[in-house]
């Protein structure tokens, strides 16, 4: 069974650019979730998604946004890139999104590392 | 909303040894506390988490105890070994939104040939 795939896992921009991240959740799971992980900041939520709406948005300006597809694929971009922004991004998926109900566990991909120069 | 209080920050101990990380949290309705292991350069695993229900939970050289009086989770890692030394995160689901995690800062825990 394929993990979680995140698409590019490196990149390098410029100020004032914008990127899309691309993720490929497990097989039948349908929530995914993004993390920004930097060193001072540990693991910060941005977005949760099921079923092509977002449930949860994490405490980010709106030029962070993202959106999902009806194969349960995400994409986040952010816009007006900020040195700031530099920092790993990581997709997590699991099959519902109630983490607290059954099996349910957040699976994360090898993130995209994001240079803003 | 929720905040993870995890100590320490880092660790460092003697192969063979006991580790212990503990986290705290605020939002009494939580139920549910995963442990994830980051290795350098790698993401995050998820090593153990427990649900409200139980108070303990083992699987191998790994345990994760809750206490949901004092709101506070710890890992415990016996007779570590070298490949043991990574980044561990504690997290929590923040209070009526399960589909959030709220992490830890982590602890970077070294083991020492």
């Known amino acids: 069974k394929a993990g979680v795939t995140q698409t590019p896992r490196y990149l390098i921009k410029t100020r004032g650019q914008q990127v899309t991240l691309s993720c490929s959740p497990i097989?039948?799971?349908?929530?995914v979730s993004w993390y920004q992980q930097t060193p001072g900041q540990g693991l910060q939520f941005l977005f949760e998604?099921?079923?092509?709406?977002?449930?949860n948005k994490g405490n980010f300006p709106g030029r962070f946004s993202g959106r999902q597809f009806s194969n349960s694929r995400s994409e986040m971009n952010v816009s007006t890139l900020e040195l700031g922004d530099s920092a790993l991004y990581l997709c997590?998926?699991?099959?519902?999104?109630?983490?607290?109900?059954?099996?349910?566990?957040?699976?994360f991909g090898a993130g995209s590392r994001l240079t803003v120069l | 909303g929720e905040n993870v209080e995890q100590h320490p920050s880092t660790l460092s101990v003697q192969e063979g040894d006991s580790a212990v990380i503990k986290c705290t949290y605020s939002?009494?309705?939580?139920?549910?506390f995963p442990w994830y292991k980051q290795e350098l350069g790698k993401r995050p695993q998820l090593i153990i988490d427990?649900?409200?229900?139980?108070g303990e939970k083992k699987d191998q050289r790994i345990a994760v105890t809750l206490n949901k009086t004092a709101k506070h989770f710890s890992l415990h890692i016996t007779e570590t070994q070298p490949e043991d030394s990574a980044v561990y995160f504690c997290?929590?689901?923040?209070?009526?939104?399960?589909?959030?995690?709220?992490f830890g800062k982590g602890t970077l825990l070294t083991v020492n040939p």
């Open positions: 097989s039948g799971h349908r929530s």
């Open positions: 997590a998926s699991s099959s519902t999104g109630l983490l607290d109900s059954g099996a349910n566990v957040l699976t």
């Open positions: 998604y099921f079923s092509e709406t977002q449930r």
């Open positions: 427990i649900r409200s229900n139980v």
């Open positions: 939002d009494s309705a939580s139920n549910y």
């Open positions: 997290a929590a689901p923040k209070r009526g939104s399960n589909y959030k995690l709220t």
